[in-house]
């Protein structure tokens, strides 16, 4: 390591954010970034741990302490090289991650993990801006053909190397513009979608075919697919959960992702079916505490709500590290976003009982209760209704962000696809029963982290390459000899 006592001499430094009266005014990212010599000072607090768990914390398997100690020796050029050997696309975990690696960072049992994350996402900024992220085509093509469904981060990243291996990709995705839930799912304020445009633009530079609007097994038949080698399905879990008890055609009761969807394409000018869904001037309860529901409270929040309140139906979390998830592990912890800190009520532990509505089936309020997790060995926790804790919430507005419970079965029926336990895409391998039709992503493992999905897309398209060529040399996780520097 280039400074070994680096991390009793500097504390953990993270970027600041814009404050929050500013940036509820817009919707663009709202950090602040730390010096060239702060984000060198944070490398060298990577320190000689002998055993980095880094790497196994990530899905992907980053070399960590390689790209940190190139940062802090200066060599970014370097940094940007290691850092691409194993992730396509550092501009989105670097925004986007929950960042495993840093809860199983050596230097996190006795203080701050190093600031992974945010040094990633400096490495490749830096590039970008410096002009060495560019297109590279493959030298030589196999004239073999494939097909990509889907066009979020584990499409991309199965496309990008597929056609690494020297393969014809083709890239069909179901919406307007490419990017999948990084565009349409993700608020703006944090991934601007000029970030993923200018990706895009090189992967198109290396060859990579996209075809937008085409929605396989609906306006694009699954027969198109027979003209192409191999199939990659990468069209995520996009079938919705809901709750009972919401009467047909309530007025007021939204699913989180057409919120955030219209919310996108309205900000870029594009065309909705319907009115937009605007949260401005009301009572606004968003049910589900994960991802999708902190970036709902943000985006009521930038359009002005009356109160923004927040019901999770799970225990509040420790502040700490909880003893049932020690490190290495990722710890069952309090995380507060950014979007909390700009406003939110809540609330944990909470049950929908009743969506309430006026004559004009118009929301008025939400009937709740508490709820307890009853624990029983060798069972599944039994959810207990705390008897007296019935509660109405007056809300004019509620936004179902509870996640989703697998892919949509278009595809598995039209191509006689098996799936799983859990309705996934059923795989060995990453090929399914179809010897030519491979499955990656959230098709494949269900609702996970974008880490997972661009790990999904790699490690599938290596098997694509083995079937089609016998072979591969294409690199999935960071095993082996450090690339070329």
Same mark, same amino acid.
Not at 19 to 36: A, C, G, I, M, P
Not at 91 to 116: D, Q, Y
């Given at each position: 390591?280039?400074?070994?006592?680096?991390?009793?001499?500097?504390?953990?430094?993270?970027?600041?954010?814009?404050?929050?009266?500013?940036?509820?005014?817009?919707?663009?990212?709202?950090?602040?970034?730390?010096?060239?010599?702060?984000?060198?000072k944070q490398g060298s607090r990577?320190?000689?741990?002998?055993?980095?768990?880094?790497?196994?914390?990530?899905?992907?398997?980053?070399?960590?302490?390689?790209?940190?100690?190139?940062?802090?020796?200066?060599?970014?050029?370097?940094?940007?090289?290691?850092l691409h050997s194993t992730n396509n696309f550092p501009?989105?975990?670097?925004?986007?991650?929950?960042?495993?690696?840093? $809860?199983?960072?050596?230097?996190?049992?006795?203080?701050?993990?190093?600031?992974?994350e945010n040094i990633e996402k400096n490495?490749?900024?830096?590039?970008?801006?410096?002009?060495?992220?560019?297109?590279?085509?493959?030298?030589?093509?196999?004239?073999?053909?494939?097909?990509?469904?889907?066009?979020?981060?584990?499409?991309?990243?199965?496309?990008?190397?597929?056609?690494?291996?020297?393969?014809?990709?083709?890239?069909?995705e179901r919406d307007d513009e490419v990017g999948g839930l990084l565009r349409y799912g993700i608020p703006n304020f944090k991934l601007e979608k000029e970030i993923i445009d200018r990706r895009i633009d090189i992967l198109k530079e290396e060859g990579i075919e996209f075809v937008c609007n085409a929605h396989v097994g609906v306006n694009y038949t699954v027969e198109k697919l027979k003209e192409f080698d191999a199939v990659v399905l990468c069209g995520g879990a996009t079938q919705r959960r809901t709750l009972p008890g919401i009467k047909e055609g309530t007025k007021g009761v939204v699913q989180a992702m057409d919120f955030l969807t219209?919310?996108? $394409?309205?900000?870029?000018?594009?065309?909705?079916?319907?009115?937009?869904?605007?949260?401005?001037?009301?009572?606004?309860?968003?049910?589900?505490?994960?991802?999708?529901?902190?970036?709902?409270?943000?985006?009521?929040?930038?359009?002005?709500?009356?109160?923004?309140?927040?019901?999770?139906?799970?225990p509040k979390p420790p502040l700490g590290r909880s003893e049932t998830t020690p490190w290495p592990y990722w710890p069952l912890q309090l995380k507060t976003s950014s979007s909390h800190e700009e406003g939110c009520d809540r609330n944990w532990l909470i049950?929908?009982?009743?969506?309430?509505?006026?004559?004009?089936?118009?929301?008025?309020?939400? $009937?709740?209760?508490?709820?307890?997790?009853?624990?029983?060995?060798? $069972?599944?926790?039994?959810?207990?209704?705390?008897?007296?804790?019935e509660k109405i919430w007056p809300c004019d507005l509620v936004l179902l962000a509870l996640g989703f419970t697998g892919p949509e079965n278009t595809l598995s029926e039209q191509l006689g696809l098996k799936l799983d336990e859990r309705t996934n895409f059923k795989t060995h391998n990453y090929q399914t029963n179809i010897p030519n039709v491979f499955a990656a992503g959230d098709m494949r493992r269900g609702q996970s982290l974008i880490v997972w999905a661009i790990n999904e897309g790699r490690e599938a398209a290596k098997e694509v390459d083995l079937y089609l060529m016998g072979e591969s040399q294409l690199m999935t996780k960071g095993v082996g000899d450090l690339p070329n520097i």
């Open positions: 390591m280039g400074k070994v006592t680096g991390f009793m001499e500097y504390p953990r430094t993270d970027e600041k954010n814009i404050e929050v009266k500013k940036r509820l005014r817009n919707y663009k990212e709202f950090t602040v970034s730390l010096s060239e010599e702060d984000l060198q990577c320190m000689d741990c002998g055993i980095p768990f880094c790497h196994s914390g990530c899905p992907l398997g980053n070399l960590i302490p390689d790209f940190n100690e190139m940062v802090y020796k200066g060599e970014w050029k370097k940094a940007l090289t290691i501009e989105f975990t670097g925004r986007l991650c929950p960042a495993p690696c840093e $809860k199983s960072c050596v230097l996190g049992i006795i203080t701050n993990p190093v600031s992974i490495i490749v900024e830096r590039g970008f801006k410096e002009g060495w992220i560019v297109a590279e085509p493959p030298i030589n093509r196999t004239e073999k053909r494939v097909a990509v469904v889907g066009s979020g981060p584990a499409g991309l990243a199965a496309a990008q190397q597929l056609n690494r291996a020297g393969h014809w990709v083709t890239v069909l219209q919310q996108t $394409k309205v900000l870029f000018g594009k065309p909705l079916d319907g009115e937009q869904v605007m949260a401005t001037g009301k009572n606004v309860i968003v049910i589900g505490g994960g991802d999708t529901g902190s970036d709902c409270i943000g985006t009521s929040n930038r359009h002005g709500a009356l109160s923004v309140t927040n019901f999770e139906i799970m049950n929908t009982k009743e969506f309430i509505t006026n004559e004009k089936n118009e929301l008025t309020g939400v $009937k709740t209760v508490q709820v307890e997790w009853k624990l029983k060995p060798g $069972k599944r926790p039994e959810l207990i209704e705390v008897e007296g804790t």
